[in-house]
DNA sequence: CGTCTAATTAAACACCGTTCAATAACTATT
DNA sequence: AATAGTTATTGAACGGTGTTTAATTAGACG
C-alpha cells in the first residue's frame, strides 16, 4: 500500500474528475457511487477523500465541468445562429439536456451543503450561462429598458428551465400540439415581442 | 414473530403512508429511509415490502399525498381570492413549495420507474393541480382561444415551476429587486395580458 | 544516509435496499 | 374442537454504500 507518483496532484485531480463526470453520466445522480470512481481510476475511496474531501465537493465539481459543457454548446450554436438567436438559446438549453439528461439532472438534484466554500473558478464557469443569456436579452431590450436585462433573463431562464423540467420529467407526455420547447419559445415571445420586434416571426 | 392484525391491512397501508409522509418531510428525499419508517411504526422493514411491493410505489404515494395536499392549498386560496385570481394561484404554488420544501423537493427528486402501473385514485389525485389551472386559465383566455387553455396552461404551470425551483436552488440569490414570485406573476402576464385585460394590473 | 512529510491504503463502522426461509396467527374445513 | 391451510410478519443474510482512521511507505529534504 502506499504507492506514490502515478500520478501528480493536479493530475490525480482531473482524473478522478474525468472518471466521475463517466460515470455520472453513465447511471445518474442516484446511482453514483464515489466507490465505484476510484475503483475506475485504480485508487481506493480514500484518495478521493483525500484529494476532494468530501463527496459533495466531488459532485460540485462535476457538475461544474457540466455546466461549462454546457455553456460551449449555447456559445457554438450562437455562432452559427441566424437573426433569431434567442430561439437558438432555447434549442440548445433543451438539446443539451435531452441529450444528457443524467449530467443535467444531476445538476438539479445535487444540493450544495449550506456552509460550501466555492472556487473562484467554479462560480464562473457556472455562471457563463446566465452571463450568455444576459447578454442577448439586453441586445434585444429596447435602449431605456436595458437596465432590465439582468432581472429578466433570470426569469426568462427560469421560465425555459421550467418547461425543460417538466418535459424531462415526463408531465408534458399527453399533450397534443405544441411541443415543450416551442411552448417555451412562445413564452419567450410573450415577454420579449411586444418590448423588441424580431424578424420572421412564426 | 409474526404478530398479527395490529392493524387491518387497510390501516396499515395509511400508517405506513402517514410515518413515510412525516419522516420525508423531516429529512427529504436523499435520506428517507425505509428501515427507519419500519422503525418508527414498529414493524420490521419486509412489512413495508410485503404492503408496497417497492420503495417505489411507497415513494409514488407517499408523493401523492403531497401533491393532494397541494392541490387542496391552491383550492382554498382560490376560495377567498379576490379578482386576480391566477395570481393567487402562482402565490400558493409558491408557498406551498417553500412551506413543504423536503416534500415538494422529493416530487421532483423521485424518478417513477418506466413500468410501474399506476392506480386510477393516484392518477386523478396528481392531476389535479393542473386541472385547478386549466379551469382558471381558461375563464380568462377570450371565448375564440379557449381551446387553447390546455396547451397554454401547462406552459404557465412550467413557467412558474421553473421560477419555483430555480428559487429554491438559489439562482435567484444575487437579485436585487423582483422576487421570483413576482417575476412568475409578470410572466403570466406577459402571456395572458394581452389576450385579457385584467383589474388592478400593476 | 537518515529524517520528515504526506499520499495511499486496508479495514472498520454504521448504515442502506432487497430478498427469503421460517414462524406464528388467523381462516376454513372437517 | 381439532386439524389443515393460508398468509402476515419477522430475523437474518447479502451485497452494496459513505465516511473515518491508523498504519504504511514513497518521495523530499537535509
Chains 1, 2 share one sequence.
Not at 465541468?65 to 437558438?88: P, S, Y
Not at 420529467?169 to 415581442?193: H, N
Request: proline share 3%.
Amino acid at each position: 500500500m502506499a504507492r506514490r507518483y502515478d500520478h501528480h496532484p493536479e493530475e490525480l485531480h482531473r482524473l478522478i474528475l474525468a472518471a466521475g463526470h463517466a460515470h455520472l453520466a453513465e447511471v445518474g445522480f442516484f446511482r453514483f457511487s464515489a466507490r465505484e470512481v476510484a475503483r475506475r481510476i485504480g485508487y481506493s475511496v480514500g484518495t478521493i477523500y483525500h484529494v476532494f474531501g468530501t463527496l459533495d465537493r466531488l459532485m460540485f465539481e462535476i457538475n461544474t465541468i457540466t455546466f461549462r459543457q454546457w455553456a460551449d454548446l449555447l456559445e457554438c450554436r450562437l455562432a452559427v445562429a441566424g437573426d433569431r438567436r434567442l430561439d437558438a438559446l432555447v434549442e440548445a438549453y433543451f438539446d443539451f439536456a435531452f441529450e444528457h439528461r443524467t449530467l443535467w439532472q444531476a445538476i438539479w438534484a445535487h444540493q450544495v451543503p449550506a456552509g460550501m466554500i466555492l472556487p473562484e473558478r467554479s462560480a464562473q464557469d457556472r455562471s457563463r450561462l446566465t452571463a450568455i443569456v444576459i447578454a442577448e436579452v439586453a441586445a434585444v431590450l429596447p435602449e431605456p429598458r436595458r437596465e432590465e436585462a439582468d432581472q429578466l433573463a433570470r426569469s426568462l431562464i427560469a421560465t425555459v428551465h421550467g418547461h425543460c423540467d417538466y418535459a424531462l420529467s415526463g408531465a408534458f407526455a399527453l399533450m397534443g400540439t405544441g411541443s415543450p420547447i416551442e411552448l417555451a419559445k412562445a413564452r419567450l415571445q410573450d415577454a420579449l415581442g411586444a418590448k423588441q420586434p424580431q424578424r420572421g416571426v412564426s
